[in-house]
């Protein structure tokens, strides 16, 4: 069993930062893939940022990820925060369970709410 365990996630103030931690842990043989999701209240869940890809062009610039392997952890820097910004952010990891099979995991989420 594989868990993704996220953390801080808060209130700040438009023009701020928060940085978002997480980590995998559990029956891990290779991670292809963390990433980071959100979903505002009434929206659908949409990409922010992964190993994988450039991001989305709402945080290009502003919003940095980044891995730590030997943790099995990913995080977001999260700079310049605007209101839209707000939402509950997912960590979102494909895990190898064999050649060609990925398995997606998500974590349960962090609150981050941007004030303006």
């Known amino acids: 069993q594989v868990q993704l365990v996220e953390s801080g996630g808060g209130l700040v103030q438009a023009g701020g930062s928060l940085r978002l931690s997480c980590a995998a842990s559990?029956?891990?043989?290779?991670?292809?893939?963390m990433g980071w999701y959100r979903q505002a209240a009434g929206k659908q869940r949409e990409m922010v940022a992964t190993?994988?890809?450039s991001g989305a062009d709402s945080v290009k610039g502003r919003f940095t990820i980044s891995r730590e392997n030997a943790k099995n952890a990913v995080y977001l820097q999260m700079n310049s925060l605007k209101p839209e910004d707000t939402g509950v952010y997912f960590c979102?990891?494909?895990?190898?369970?064999?050649?060609?099979?990925?398995?997606?995991?998500w974590g349960q989420g962090t609150q981050v709410t941007v004030s303006s």
């Open positions: 190993t994988r890809s």
């Open positions: 979102y990891a494909e895990i190898n369970a064999g050649p060609g099979i990925d398995y997606a995991y």
């Open positions: 559990g029956s891990i043989s290779s991670i292809s893939v």
